[in-house]
């Protein structure tokens, strides 16, 4: 029997913009956690290359570390970022009501921010989805909406 591949975070996020944005509404992904610049990491690695690749005395665990230290500082931060905003935000073409989704894979839990986030959304008349499953999801968008139009 072949198994599917586990569905990644990435993946299923694409699907929520995608199947929203055909049914009503303008939404994006909203990233928060910073970009990585390649071309930062590049000239880092590229140094430490240059000095160390004729040190004898350098171990191979200090090299691991180096390199490590100049990954990590070659990620770059979203500037003034809201922390708790969900991974996919926007509104609905006809309501304008805002709508925000979270998306969670496996295990993966809702922080107290995502939460909070979340609540005052809903608080002020957004709507608000977490997802862990694309056909879970869709069947409840549908279900809500039929919901919404029976009881007008």
């Given at each position: 029997m072949t198994r599917l591949p586990a569905e990644t975070q990435n993946s299923l996020i694409n699907?929520?913009?995608?199947?929203?944005?055909?049914?009503?509404?303008?939404v994006w992904r909203q990233e928060n956690y910073g970009r990585f610049d390649a071309e930062d990491a590049l000239e880092?690695?590229?140094?430490?290359?240059?000095?160390l690749r004729n040190n004898p005395h350098i171990s191979d665990e200090q090299m691991?570390?180096?390199?490590?230290?100049?990954?990590?500082k070659s990620w770059r931060k979203v500037p003034?970022?809201?922390?708790?905003?969900?991974?996919?935000?926007?509104?609905?073409?006809a309501t304008g009501q805002w709508v925000a989704?979270?998306?969670?894979?496996?295990?993966d839990q809702i922080r107290p921010e995502q939460d909070q986030f979340m609540r005052t959304l809903k608080k002020s008349g957004g709507e608000v989805f977490l997802v862990r499953q694309f056909d879970s999801f869709s069947e409840g968008f549908w279900r809500r909406k039929n919901q919404t139009h029976t009881n007008l």
């Open positions: 699907k929520v913009v995608n199947f929203l944005n055909r049914n009503g509404y303008f880092r690695l590229i140094k430490i290359v240059k000095a691991e570390a180096a390199v490590k230290a100049a990954l990590a003034d970022n809201l922390k708790g905003v969900s991974d996919v935000i926007g509104w609905n073409l989704v979270e998306v969670k894979i496996g295990s």
